[in-house]
């Protein structure tokens, strides 16, 4: 029983969560009502076709998730996580202000004169690099608040004694991740109505009214908050490994000497160095025990001697680099929102003869369609499997992901068949020349889609995002929660280096691009099959990366592996240093 009152106590407590959560859900609600329906705003406003405005968002994309990891090592090694999410409150707000100017302000775009009459169909340089201002602003904002939310909520509790308040704890990350995820849905669906109903300068409007409630709520909580002071951050560590390497590169290595002394930290289980990537060893290795080592025990200079642990984080993140990269490949596939978008937006969307789906609201299915499936998993799958074999059973790690990666391939087959099939209907009914006109195909036809994408995210994503955080170091929890991200920041911009290569070789005078911004005239139907024809590529690469990777830890590597009892440390020391490393 819980008997400190946590809603009285001075800092911290339940009453901080409270202001933290709901910075981060109006954040993301904001931030998401904007780039949902974004491709619509840049084809409709600033003459943009298809492919140079889907490239835009990628970009943005990319940079939206890549932030958050600049913004977690600044936070973690010299700001602080309360200065770094106040910084990224007002930037982000910044840019939203100004971004909803480009829809009052008639000079920031292009006249729709011109659109309409093709006569002019490029933005000024001016127009644009205020556009890429606001979106980079945007960026930096969202790295910010992201990067340290979820860790800062942990701030709160984490100086608690862990046995009591570890419920209370656990349920936050539950709690905060309901809420962001039930924020990036209803932005998709209700933001994007509201833009397509009311017109952009409402639609962007409301966003602006959001974040500003963002920031307030997370400033009006300043001083009840735990705020602790930045410290070293782990890639100081890797940097200094690499570093001491470099600099005892002539040290010969001897796995059979047994007076070779190595550098490890008091109380740690690791005292030798493992024998893969053995170039890496060097940096713990203790040449002269006098001048290395200071007389407590710590080296003399980290920049030349460094632990034994600190060798093996290193070693263990290289490890998972080709694991990592097929789930950066997979998520090519979920960065084409863009050009789903465009093909929804010419099909017909009505539910009945008076509501009509956004265009921009289909994206919505993939998150409904992933949650179906991960309660389907664990609440259906895995408890009948279970049954039938008479005995706890799952997927292993490595079997989710490499589900997700051969079932992402097969999505975007059928997305390229139902392209298809888009493509013909609208060349039948003689709207060939329109790429705006609606054909009487139903948009519906692109749930089989959504629901295959979906599944391979539950799979595919949410496998990686565990197999991350069980195979590296407790002491890299940081390190865990981010690599995911920087996977989605890097398959936006492969995403545009594909579409940058089809625009510049795959078209000419007589032949249309396959993304051309006639989306009608275009072969979307050949792009989706090549991103197939990658995905069954990248599902045989996973395959020959799984081999080599050998056993999970837990023995993880069988068809269907059994829950083993207790294979979870319930030591609450560890629980604790797991919460206060997220970052």
Known sequence: MITEPLLSNPKGGIRALFFIIANEALERLASFGLSTNMIMYLTREYGMDAASGAQILFLYSAAGNFMPIIGAFLADTYVGRYPMIGFGCITSLLGMVLLWLTTIIPEARVPSCQISDRCNNGATAPQLLFLYFCLGLMSIGAGGIRSCSLAFGADQLRKRDSLKYAGILESFFSWYYV?????????????????????????????VVLMILSTLSFFLASPIYVKPKAKANWLIGFARVLVASIRKRRIELCSQN????????????????????????????????EEDLMPDGRASDPWCLCTVDQVEELKALIKVIPIWSTGMLVSVNVCQNSFLLLQASTMNRHITSKFEIPAGSFYAFLLLSSTIWIALYDRVIIPLASKIRGKPTRLSLKQKIGLGILVSAASMAVLAIIERVRRETAIREGISDNPDAAMHMSAMWLLPFY???????????????????TELPKSMSSVASNLFSIGLS?????????????????????QESWVSGNINKGHYDYYYWLLASLGFATFIYYLACSKAYGPCKGGQGGIAGDVSEGSIDDDDDDVEDDYSSLS
Request: net charge neutral.
């Open 490 to 510: 890097a398959a936006s911009l492969v995403a545009s280096f594909i579409v940058s290569v089809i625009r510049g070789f795959i078209s000419g005078e007589n």
């Open 258 to 289: 047994p007076d070779e002394l190595y550098h490890h930290r008091k109380g740690s289980a690791l005292v030798v160095p493992s024998e893969r990537i053995r170039f890496l060893n060097r940096a713990c290795v203790i040449k002269n025990p």
């Open 451 to 469: 629901f295959l994408l979906g599944f391979s995210e539950a799979m595919n994503g949410v496998g990686q995002n565990e197999f991350f955080y």
């Open 179 to 207: 809420v962001s995820s039930a924020s990036v849905f209803i932005s998709m669906t209700c933001l994007v109505y509201i833009q397509d109903a009311l017109g952009w300068k409402v639609g962007f409007g409301v966003p």
